[in-house]
């Protein structure tokens, strides 16, 4: 595919709990550089965090700050890109509200996050018409700023592609100009009524269920008419595809390819399974969960030999050791000529010393609230005129414009 450089990208993190070296490797070192070839506009989803914390919301403002600090610490950075807090761009809900008419709940009953966190978080009620229209809120969002890159991880595909079936849905319905609309309805017409018919059909199909055979059978079939003209033919090819204007492009997922991130115990590092080392953590504390952090099992003793392959350690050597480290760790583990202490030193050593600037940094920026509320007053400016603009757009097409 053939991206722009002038292509916005849009992203969102939910403000439920302390930044860890997963957020970092997983998603903040692909936001630093993304920031710098595109436009961007990042978000802290603090709506989205309540559609699950919504019992308990005093949690979340003062992680909305945390997270700002995290994510200017780590390196994104306001000049580059445009830093701001959902709920205060109210036209967020809006567009949200207005999309909700013509989305079929069958669409977001489908979405696979919907059933998978309902069981995952079995202590929270998530039978709330919040939590259902989760995905589509995070549509608007992405919609709102006409973002065409939203990086994501492989859980969030879904809901850009659920966006993408939104925004041709509204486009088929809001997107056509009343003359283009009659000229087509009379090259329609001189396909004859079953071809008519024919044509119509596959056309929504492709639109709506975004069946790419259905385009391709209706192509053909127009290539077959004689009696139209060129004209006629080329206007027919262009509203298959489209539809007189597209009024909220279609974005793009941007996978997130980056290393899996371990946690202590060797899952993936996330918050619900309590494995994190925080970006913010005291350094005393991380030396000591990686210290005290389980090895290969059928390590008992120091004179027993290890499996690399079975350890957790090794995958942090995955992440943070070059070459040689990670031989002599191979090596000396099968043979026990070293310790596990030994082997976890190289990666105490470069967990502190990756996090150290940032730890810096963030110091310097919870010193000072004033900027970062101001870097974030800035950014919900920059963010808020650019909403406005396409909720304008869209309140006119959805005749919402009188006066
Ligand atoms: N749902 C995303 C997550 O849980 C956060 C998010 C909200 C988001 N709105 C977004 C991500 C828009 C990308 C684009 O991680
Ligand atoms: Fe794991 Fe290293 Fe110990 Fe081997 S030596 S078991 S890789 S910690």
């Not at 929504?204 to 004689?226: C, K, M, P, R």
Request: aromatic share 8%.
């Amino acid at each position: 595919m053939n991206v722009a450089a002038n292509t916005r990208v849009l992203s969102g993190m939910r403000p439920t709990g302390r930044l860890h070296l997963g957020h970092y490797h997983g998603v903040l070192k692909n936001w630093i550089a993304l920031q710098h070839e595109y436009e961007c506009f990042f978000f802290v989803a603090d709506w989205h965090a309540l559609t699950t914390h919504y019992e308990t919301p005093n949690i979340i403002p003062e992680n909305v700050w945390d997270m700002v600090v995290d994510w200017l610490a780590a390196g994104i950075n306001q000049g580059s890109a445009t830093l701001f807090i959902q709920s205060k761009i109210p036209e967020h809900a809006e567009l949200h509200l207005l999309l909700s008419m013509l989305t079929p709940l069958s669409w977001l009953e489908r979405v696979p996050s919907f059933k998978d966190q309902q069981e995952r978080l079995q202590e929270r009620d998530l039978a709330t018409y919040g939590f259902l229209g989760y995905p589509l809120l995070q549509s608007a969002d992405i919609l709102i700023y006409k973002a065409g890159l939203v990086p994501v991880g492989e859980d969030q595909v879904a809901h850009v592609e659920l966006t993408r079936e939104v925004a041709r849905r509204f486009n088929h319905l809001y997107g056509i100009e009343p003359d283009f609309a009659t000229q087509v309805e009379q090259a329609i017409k001189k396909l004859g009524r079953k071809n008519a018919k024919l044509y119509k059909n596959l056309r929504s199909n492709y639109q709506q269920q975004g069946d790419h055979e259905a385009i391709a059978v209706a192509q053909a079939l127009l290539a077959n008419q004689q009696n139209l003209t060129v004209k006629e033919q080329e206007l027919l090819l262009g509203f298959l595809e489209g539809s007189g204007r597209v009024i909220l492009p279609e974005p793009q997922p941007l996978l997130t390819k980056t290393a899996k991130m371990p946690g202590l115990d060797g899952q993936k590092m996330s918050k619900s399974y309590a494995n994190t080392i925080a970006l913010r953590d005291e350094p005393s504390k991380i030396e000591k969960a990686l210290r005290t952090m389980p090895t290969d099992p059928a390590r008992v003793r120091r004179t027993d030999p290890g499996e690399p392959d079975k350890c957790p350690v090794y995958q942090f050597h995955e992440v943070y050791s070059n070459m040689d480290v990670k031989q002599w760790v191979a090596e000396g583990c099968r043979t026990a000529r070293i310790g596990c202490l030994d082997c976890k030193r190289p990666v105490i050593d470069a967990v502190l010393a990756e996090l150290a600037p940032i730890q810096q940094r963030a110091a310097e920026f919870a010193a000072q609230p004033e900027l970062v509320r101001n870097i974030i007053n800035e950014g919900c400016e920059v963010a808020r005129e650019t909403a406005r603009w396409t909720l304008d757009e869209v309140k006119h097409a959805m005749f919402l414009n009188y006066r």
